[in-house]
């Protein structure tokens, strides 16, 4: 479980509370500079924040940095320009972590990364980062997963692969978090919804179209199509 109490940022987020259970798949959504992906990067570890985080009841203060990896992994909206490979990047955590290489070999090949293992990763598309930042999260195995604006730019191969990478980590009981703009993806992926607006919190329990008038100061008119949500 995750339980965040009372968490703030400067005047970014502000006194933010809410629980999720494990297994769950929350959408996050907003408008642009509201807090979204500076509630994440708290979350990480990343930001220096006030108030209490805890996973599983131990606060994240406590946690060392290999610790804090191993139990909530981050996937960010803007990637580093580094020349390390996709391979050094699976490998450096292996070694960290006493995973087998033969286990990195089999997620290089599962996220279709073999044919530019070797390539700097600042050369690599859009999606091939996606892909690798995905791969590296399923090596580590942690049981919280933050995702910022996965879907943003994405090809249809890479689309399918995370879509796919979401719905194998809600069966294995991994507890998810995604920001996106993209309220077609996020509201037929997530199982609980929250909306952040001026750095304050909003729980989703009742109307979707009420909600996402609340939260962008817009109308929105939500139908279902071949069981999916779709917003007009």
């Not at 195995?141 to 990478?165: C, H, M, Q, R, V």
């Amino acid at each position: 479980m995750l339980e965040v109490i009372n968490l703030s940022f400067k005047n970014i987020v502000k006194n933010v509370s809410f629980k999720i259970s494990e297994g769950t798949i929350t959408g996050i959504i907003g408008k642009n500079g509201s807090g979204k992906t500076t509630l994440l990067k708290c979350l990480s570890g990343f930001l220096k924040y006030s108030g209490e985080i805890y996973i599983d009841g131990k606060n994240l203060r406590n946690l060392s940095v290999k610790d804090r990896t191993s139990v909530i992994n981050y996937l960010p909206q803007e990637f580093p320009a580094t020349e390390l490979t996709p391979f050094d990047i699976l490998k450096i955590e292996s070694e960290l972590k006493n995973i087998p290489e033969k286990r990195v070999k089999l997620i290089l090949e599962k996220y279709s990364l073999v044919k530019f293992k070797y390539q700097p990763f600042y050369t690599l598309s859009g999606g091939e980062k996606v892909r690798v930042f995905l791969a590296r999260i399923e090596l580590i195995n942690p049981s919280i997963i933050l995702l910022d604006e996965p879907s943003a730019f994405l090809d249809i191969e890479t689309t399918y692969t995370l879509k796919k990478f979401i719905s194998i980590m809600k069966k294995t009981k991994k507890t998810v978090l995604v920001v996106s703009n993209d309220l077609n993806f996020i509201l037929n992926i997530s199982d609980e919804l929250i909306g952040i607006k001026e750095g304050k919190i909003f729980i989703y329990n009742h109307n979707i179209e009420s909600f996402i008038k609340l939260i962008y100061n817009v109308p929105a008119k939500i139908e279902k199509v071949n069981e999916k949500l779709i917003v007009f």
